[in-house]
C-alpha cells in the first residue's frame, strides 16, 4: 500500500495546519466521495479541535481501519470508506476537524 496523495486533484480540506490538511464533516464527507472515486483507501481518521494556536485531538475521535486490510482483503478499500462513513456520521461535533490517512493499495 502507498500514500494516497490527493492534493490539487480533489476536494480541499477545510484548513491546513502546516502541511496537514484538515477536514471538517462536510468537506470530510467530500473526501470520502472522492475516494470512493478512485477507490482510495482509509487507514484512519483523527479528530481534533483548534484552540487558539494549538491543535488538540480528541481522544474519542480517532478511528484505525489497519486491522480491516487483513480481514476484508481485496474488499479493504471498499470496507474501510464504509467504516469511515459510518465513523463521521456518530461525530456530534460540527468544529472537530479531521485528519486522514489514505492509502492505494
Do not use: Q
Not at 502546516?18 to 470520502?32: A, S
Not at 472522492?34 to 474519542?60: N, Q, S, T, W, Y
Not at 476484508?72 to 461525530?91: D, H, N, V, W
Request: glycine residues 8%.
Amino acid at each position: 500500500m502507498n500514500e494516497f496523495i490527493f492534493l490539487g486533484a480533489g476536494p480541499e480540506p477545510t484548513r491546513f495546519w502546516g502541511e496537514t490538511p484538515l477536514f471538517n464533516l462536510i468537506d470530510g464527507h467530500k473526501l470520502l466521495v472522492f475516494c470512493d472515486e478512485h477507490d482510495a483507501a482509509v487507514l484512519g481518521i483523527e479528530g481534533f479541535k483548534v484552540i487558539g494556536d494549538k491543535r488538540v485531538p480528541d481522544m474519542d475521535c480517532i478511528a484505525d481501519f489497519s486491522a480491516l486490510a487483513m480481514t476484508a482483503g481485496e474488499l479493504f478499500p471498499a470496507e474501510s470508506r464504509k467504516s469511515a462513513k459510518y465513523f463521521l456520521s456518530t461525530i456530534s461535533d460540527p468544529d472537530m476537524l479531521l485528519e486522514f490517512v489514505l492509502v492505494k493499495a
